[in-house]
C-alpha cells in the first residue's frame, strides 16, 4: 500500500509502470469530462486494460463497509472531493466470504485483521496492490459525501 498527495506520485513509477500510467491519468484528466462509472484510459501508449471509475457516494458506517482484493489489477485510489477512511489488512488475517470472481476481479472478506485504517482527503491517494486487502467507503465521523477516482492499472 502507498498513501500520499498526487504531487508526489512522480516517486511510485519506478514500482511499475502501471502506476506511471495511472498517475498520469489523474494529473491530466479533466474531471468535468468523467462520466460516472467506467471511463477507459488511453493515449499514446495505451495498453487497453487500464480504466478509471468515477464515482460520488456517501461514506458508510465501519460495520456496513466491505474487506476486498483484486487479482488482476491494482487500485489507485484518489479523492477528488470529501474525506473516507480506507482499512488495509493483510491476507492471513481475514476470511474469505465470497470467493474470488475473476469476471469482477475482486473477492469480498469478513474479519477485524490486524490492518489499520488510513483517512484519505481531498487530493490524497492510496494504492493497493492484489495482496492488500482493503476496506473503502467508511465515514470519518458523520457520514459524508465522497467524489472519488479509482483508477485500475493492470498488473497480471
Not at 488511453?42 to 495498453?47: I, T
Not at 476496506?135 to 465521523?141: E, F, L
Request: glycine content about 8%; aromatic content about 10%.
Amino acid at each position: 500500500m502507498i498513501f500520499d498527495k498526487l504531487k508526489n506520485a512522480n516517486k511510485y513509477g519506478l514500482l511499475f509502470e502501471g502506476l506511471i500510467r495511472g498517475f498520469k491519468f489523474l494529473r491530466e484528466v479533466d474531471i468535468s469530462n468523467l462520466n460516472p462509472g467506467r471511463n477507459e484510459i488511453s493515449g499514446e501508449d495505451d495498453h487497453g486494460d487500464d480504466f478509471a471509475n468515477f464515482d460520488t457516494y456517501t461514506t458508510k458506517d465501519h460495520a456496513d463497509a466491505r474487506w476486498e482484493s483484486h487479482q488482476q489489477y491494482a487500485d489507485i485510489q484518489y479523492i477528488v472531493k470529501g474525506t473516507e477512511r480506507i482499512g488495509v489488512s493483510r491476507h492471513e488475517d481475514v476470511q474469505i466470504e465470497e470467493v474470488y470472481d475473476p469476471d469482477r476481479d475482486i473477492a469480498f472478506y469478513t474479519g477485524l485483521g490486524s490492518g489499520t485504517e488510513i483517512t484519505l482527503n481531498e487530493g490524497d491517494f492510496a494504492v493497493f496492490m492484489p495482496w492488500d486487502v482493503h476496506k473503502p467507503c467508511i465515514a470519518v465521523g458523520d457520514k459524508g459525501e465522497v467524489q472519488k477516482i479509482v483508477v485500475k492499472v493492470r498488473v497480471r
